[in-house]
């Protein structure tokens, strides 16, 4: 008989009468509001409820009730961050990056707004809406005479495990009548570890002929095992160790060490978040090929980073 053993877990939102709450409906959105943030704390714990909580739970609601409608009354728009060569100055791609401007709400965060499509069963047509604008944004700079350029995409974890998700990818890039290594999809590692049934969608995704990009690597839990499997192209090494490069010397081994052991397992590496010349030196003397940041370029509207394709920067960028 196969037995399997379940561990149950629990997350407490805790709330005093009558000082949270002075009837049962108000004292119940204090204790829902609080255990929210033990769920968002890293669930299995306890949080006590805050005034301040309120109000985060407020916007947060907003958000959800808006979000919704945010496609339809064209609220939503891309920028785009350049990706460029570390040794050449060359513009090799540009990663698309969600942006909503709400009426009342102002610009939200799409730390905000990504999570909680994801909470609210929504992150499927924003994503199919962010695909098409990109690559349709794509065929716009090819027929301007921009035709080496990669579109990389975000792709959030859950929808990469739905099983209609390379279909997905298909209907795209027929529709918009991209060339298939002209897209790029970027997910984070998490997914590597979760199920070996990924490494397969990671294939079929190969299959088709798009590029696959880990991103954020080194922040969570990196299966060495899934890796030395997985059918990706890149790894983008997360800002995270980029700031701390120039001042920890751990940091800077780290990275060092991601780089090594991502070109010997054939990967290329992307390094993300990279705002000073000295980090561009220094990574460009470990071996990086392609950086992201600030220092070239911050995330921008399609017809401002055109302009970079036109008047491409030098390639001694410490000058
Ligand atoms: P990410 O994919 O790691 O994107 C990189 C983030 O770092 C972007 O923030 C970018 O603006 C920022 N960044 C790039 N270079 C620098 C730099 O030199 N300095 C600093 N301080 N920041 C830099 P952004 O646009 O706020 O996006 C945050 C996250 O939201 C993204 O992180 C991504 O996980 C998610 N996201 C954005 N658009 C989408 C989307 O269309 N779909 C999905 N699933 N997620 C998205
Ligand atoms: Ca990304
Ligand atoms: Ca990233």
Redesign the pocket.
């Known amino acids: 008989m196969y037995s399997r053993k379940l561990t149950p877990a629990c997350s407490i939102g805790i709330a005093y009468y009558p000082d949270d709450g002075e009837d049962l409906l108000a004292l119940l959105k204090a204790g829902d509001t609080a255990l929210y943030t033990a769920k968002e704390n890293g669930k299995n714990q306890y949080a006590f409820y805050k005034a301040e909580l309120t109000h985060k739970a407020e916007y947060r609601f907003h958000v959800e009730q808006n979000l919704r409608q945010a496609i339809e009354k064209q609220q939503l728009s891309l920028?785009y961050?350049p990706q460029v060569n570390i040794n050449t100055g060359e513009i090799f791609g540009v990663?698309?990056?969600?942006r909503w401007l709400h009426p009342q709400l102002g610009e939200v965060?799409?730390?905000d707004f990504?999570a909680t499509a994801e909470r609210i069963g929504m992150?499927k047509p924003?994503?199919e809406w962010?695909l098409r604008t990109a690559c349709g944004q794509l065929v716009v700079w090819k027929k301007a005479g921009f035709s080496t350029l990669r579109m990389a995409?975000?792709?959030?974890p859950s929808l990469f495990l739905d099983k209609e998700f390379v279909l997905l990818i298909k209907r795209i890039i027929d529709e918009t009548g991209i060339i298939p290594a002209e897209l790029e999809l970027?997910v984070t590692e998490s997914i590597v570890q979760t199920d070996p049934r990924n490494l397969a969608i990671f294939q079929d995704l190969k299959d088709l002929g798009v590029f696959l990009s880990i991103?954020?690597f080194g922040t969570g839990y990196s299966s060495f095992a899934s890796l030395k499997h997985l059918k990706a192209d890149y790894l983008k090494i997360?800002?995270y160790f980029i700031d701390d490069m120039l001042v920890d010397n751990q940091a800077l081994t780290l990275i060092s060490s991601m780089i090594e052991m991502g070109h010997k397992l054939g990967y290329g590496i992307i390094a993300?978040?990279?705002?000073k010349s000295e980090q561009l030196d220094l990574l460009r003397s470990l071996g990086c090929e392609a950086i992201?940041?600030?220092?070239f370029s911050?995330?921008a509207n399609a017809d401002t980073i055109s302009k970079l394709f036109v008047y491409p920067v030098s390639t001694n960028w410490t000058q």
């Open positions: 920028v961050q990663e698309a990056l969600a965060s799409p730390n990504i992150i924003l994503t962010v995409v975000n792709i959030s970027e991103d954020d997360d800002k993300e978040g990279v705002e992201q940041g600030y220092l911050k995330p």
